[in-house]
């Protein structure tokens, strides 16, 4: 099958992963027999160095067009640390997202068997975790009316909520707790927010939709607790856009590493896949960084392409990379592997999946089996 797909590169250590996780792409598309037409486009620190806006038009019409979208990471320190900054990388992606409606942010969690002793967490805790997040991507405070006053001294963001934007996603995440272990959790802050309120009326009201799934409510601080504390406990998480913002990058702590975690980022039209690790600045060309949520990420783009077996070879490499420790310092501190090498390895594995030799990480690492 032909696809186009708009590749993003951005900031950070975003063209490095990036670059591992379209070498997966090639290597499916030349075993599988599909080929897929990359176009580059610039977005975030990158685009504002070069164009002055960190989404050009040229990189959105891109988006627009093309059947997928893959992302690397956008942010750069030299705006981070000056708050009078009017133009944003972040403001790139943000705009990107609510130009092309993607509302619905997929973040799988899952603690591998293989990194559970790194994990700060106890294994017995975290072990056999699987939670699904979806959050709101395109409402919320995020997007709603920042004022600031003209002395300096108030600032305001608005934070609203319409019933369509609830539903709309809440529809998509009770389907996907359909086709796992029938559990939803809103996560909010209804004792104390109007928004909060909507969000647990409406998904209320949807829930006799869906009888065969058990909805519950958690406030997001108690959830914050919970997902340390016992983290099995959950399947599907539902939550509007600062919480999922925040939640998720704290239960990437129970996959043993952020360098890990995928996501999706679904419209009506269009749909984007990103790590969810930001631009990590101190890594940037070191080839240093994981690949591995960038190729998880591609995975989830051919998932979401149709082509599910493609996606699950991407994945099985990925468990072998983790098996035979062909991965990179954050998980891999004793004989760490660079990004390229990590990149290589999928690649070949993809190329050559029928091959279980035992000496798999020699022959495939270029290393010598002769001792
Ligand atoms: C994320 C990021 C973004 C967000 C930033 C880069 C704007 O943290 O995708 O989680 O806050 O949504
Ligand atoms: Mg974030």
């Not at 610039?42 to 160095?49: E, H, P, Q, S, V």
């Not at 591998?112 to 017995?124: G, H, N, T, W």
């Not at 006053?149 to 934070?159: K, N, R, V």
């Not at 035992?358 to 001792?371: D, E, K, V, W």
Request: a negative charge; glycine letters at 8%; proline letters at 4%.
């Amino acid at each position: 099958m032909k696809f186009n797909i708009a590749i993003i590169p951005g900031d950070g250590i975003g063209p490095e992963v990036t670059a591992q996780a379209k070498k997966a792409l090639k290597a499916i598309a030349e075993v599988y027999d599909h080929t897929f037409v990359y176009k580059e486009g610039l977005m975030g620190a990158c685009a504002i160095d070069e164009t002055g806006n960190p989404l050009p038009d040229e990189t959105l019409n891109l988006c627009k067009k093309s059947d997928a979208i893959l992302f690397g990471a956008i942010g750069d320190p030299k705006y981070d640390n000056d708050p009078t900054a009017k133009i944003r990388p972040e403001q790139g992606l943000l705009r990107l997202r609510k130009e092309l409606g993607l509302f619905c942010n997929v973040r799988p969690v899952k603690a591998y068997d293989q990194l559970i002793e790194r994990s700060p967490l106890k294994k017995d805790r975290i072990k056999d975790t699987d939670i699904t997040i979806f959050r709101e991507l395109t409402g919320g405070i995020y997007f709603g009316t920042k004022e600031l006053s003209e002395d300096g001294q108030t600032a305001f963001d608005g934070c609203s909520y319409t019933v369509e934007e609830i539903e709309r996603i809440a529809h998509l995440a009770f389907k996907s707790a359909q086709s796992r272990q029938k559990k939803l959790t809103l996560v909010d802050k209804a004792n104390v927010l109007e928004t909060s309120r909507l969000w647990r009326k409406t998904v209320t009201a949807l829930s006799s939709q869906y009888p065969d799934v058990a909805l519950d409510f958690l406030f997001v601080d108690n959830a914050a607790m919970q997902l340390i504390l016992n983290p099995k406990q959950f399947d599907v998480i539902l939550t509007e856009n600062l919480f999922g913002d925040i939640i998720s990058d704290e239960a990437s702590v129970i996959g043993g590493s952020i360098g890990l975690l995928a996501s999706a980022s679904v419209g009506n039209e269009n749909a984007l896949f990103e790590p969810i690790h930001g631009s990590y600045p101190q890594a940037k060309g070191k080839n240093t960084a994981n690949p591995l949520a960038s190729i998880l990420s591609a995975a989830m783009l051919l998932q979401h392409l149709g082509l599910h077996t493609e996606a699950a070879i991407i994945e099985k490499a990925v468990q072998k990379s983790l098996e035979l420790g062909i991965t990179t310092e954050d998980i891999n501190s004793d004989q760490p592997f660079s990004t390229n090498k990590v990149g290589d390895f999928i690649e070949d594995y993809i190329f050559n999946q029928e091959d279980n030799n035992i000496n798999f990480q020699n022959l495939h690492m270029g290393r010598s089996t002769i001792i």
